[in-house]
């Protein structure tokens, strides 16, 4: 090679440097420098003097779909891409429903990091925006009562304490007010224990 092409006209072992990182193409371990050895790259098929192989302005480094133009991204692991997968985060709601009607983040699944996912969230009825549903210091996945349910508890039986203390009541309006607050109460438990499981 003529010395005007070669980029080490003083070193007989290189001549070329497609990177321009001044190691000679011979010496370099990655010539396009994109982060995938050339070894590597020769293995999956990419082209080692092409940052990104595939044009979709993903460098093949970066780009977990590197001979796919169509897909570079694969939040959840699952081997289908972000751009065919309905649920990038594989937490059990599609990716147009989190973005349309939850507000939640598509490419996480648990969007307020509380340690419930927000499909679970959901299905508890806690707020899957904020770590702390009731705000009494504990994030939901550590609160046996997320949803404040240990002070609904604490309301039905100063309501019934009120009750009781109205001599004013029928005896029937008593007795149904009692059943009301029984039924509450069941209510309540068979959340908890739901909760517990």
């Given amino acids: ?34 982060g995938v050895a050339d070894e590597v790259e020769k293995i999956v098929g990419t082209d080692s003097f092409n940052r990104d ?3 979709d302005m993903v460098e093949d480094g970066d780009d977990v779909f590197s001979l796919d133009s169509t897909e ?26 989190e973005l349309f009607v939850f507000g939640t983040d598509p490419l996480s699944p648990d969007t307020d990091n509380d340690g419930l996912s927000d499909k679970e969230e959901i299905d508890l009825g806690t707020n899957f925006l904020i770590e702390d549903s009731d705000g009494d210091g504990v994030i939901d996945s550590r609160d046996n009562f997320p949803l404040d349910l240990a002070k609904a508890q604490a309301s039905i039986v100063e309501a019934a304490g009120i009750l009781i203390q109205n001599e004013g009541l029928s005896l029937t309006k008593l007795l149904a007010g009692f059943g009301l607050v029984l039924v509450i109460i069941l209510v309540l438990l068979f ?3 739901r909760k517990q499981n």
């Fill in 1 to 34: 090679m003529a010395d005007k092409e070669d980029v080490f006209p003083l070193n007989p072992a290189e001549s070329e440097d497609n990177d321009g990182d001044s190691i000679g193409n011979n010496a370099d371990l990655d010539d396009d420098n994109d």
């Fill in 72 to 97: 570079w991204q694969d939040t959840d692991k699952d081997g289908l891409g972000n751009n065919t997968d309905l649920d990038d985060d594989n937490d059990g709601i599609a990716d147009e429903e």
């Fill in 53 to 55: 192989t595939d044009g």
């Fill in 191 to 193: 959340f908890r224990k």
